[in-house]
């Protein structure tokens, strides 16, 4: 089994979402085991026909936070055995393709594979440091990444970005005509503290040349 850093996959995450789905499936439980009792302890009426069918979806809903709890963990095994194209994945799960994106989707969103890109076809994984200070070594200022100039395929090379978000940084970019400082790029991405850290010694900023505003010439008022 192939070890994911803490870039690629957060272990913390996971049980944080496994944990989540747990609880959620166990309250929706509780309270559709409250329905049924009511339906049944009380006499028939039409607020308990409505007490029954609420009952029936909360407990639906229930059993789905247990079978989505054990399709994170399973999604998370396979990926960190290596297995990164979306037809492997849904092979090994026996689901369609369209399902297992979905699913792989909510584990970016919940930070489970952060800086992961989702494509019809594959996992792209965020680069691990070391991948990225072999490519780029940090102790020598001319081999950084300038921020300003920096193409979308070196800024997804970075700690936390990735293909989508390294769109985001040069549409930013050109919003705001360059950026300023490495701190205001952290800033306006909202990168996480722990991929700011790392992306600080791998990157610099050549302030940009803002365009002067040409001087308007003061005329003299000639009496007459």
Not at 27 to 42: N, S, T
Not at 98 to 118: F, M, N, Q, Y
Not at 145 to 174: C, F, H, M, S, Y
Request: proline share 5%; hydrophobic share 45%.
């Amino acid at each position: 089994m192939s070890e994911l850093t803490n870039d690629q996959a957060d272990v913390r995450a996971l049980d944080r979402y496994k944990r989540l789905h747990l609880i959620s499936g166990l309250v929706r439980m509780a309270i559709a085991f409250a329905g049924f009792c009511y339906v049944f302890i009380q006499s028939g009426s039409w607020l308990n026909l409505l007490i029954l069918v609420v009952s029936l979806v909360i407990f639906i809903l229930g059993i789905g936070s247990f079978v989505s709890r054990g399709t994170t963990q399973k999604l998370f095994t396979l990926i960190q055995q290596g297995e990164t194209s979306v037809a492997g994945i849904a092979a090994a799960m026996n689901q369609k393709e369209e399902s297992v994106v979905r699913d792989l989707k909510a584990l970016v969103r919940a930070r489970i594979l952060p800086g992961a890109t989702i494509t019809e076809d594959a996992v792209l994984l965020a680069p691990s440091p070391d991948e990225v200070l072999d490519e780029m070594p940090s102790d020598d200022p001319a081999e950084k990444i300038d921020l300003n100039t920096a193409t979308e395929q070196q800024l997804a090379t970075l700690p936390g970005i990735g293909v989508v978000l390294a769109k985001k940084v040069v549409a930013e970019r050109e919003r705001q005509n360059g950026f300023d400082s490495v701190e205001q790029f952290l800033e306006s991405m909202e990168i996480m503290p722990h991929f700011a850290v790392q992306i600080e010694e791998l990157v610099f900023v050549d302030k940009p040349q803002k365009p002067k505003t040409p001087a308007v010439p003061i005329s003299r008022v000639v009496d007459v």
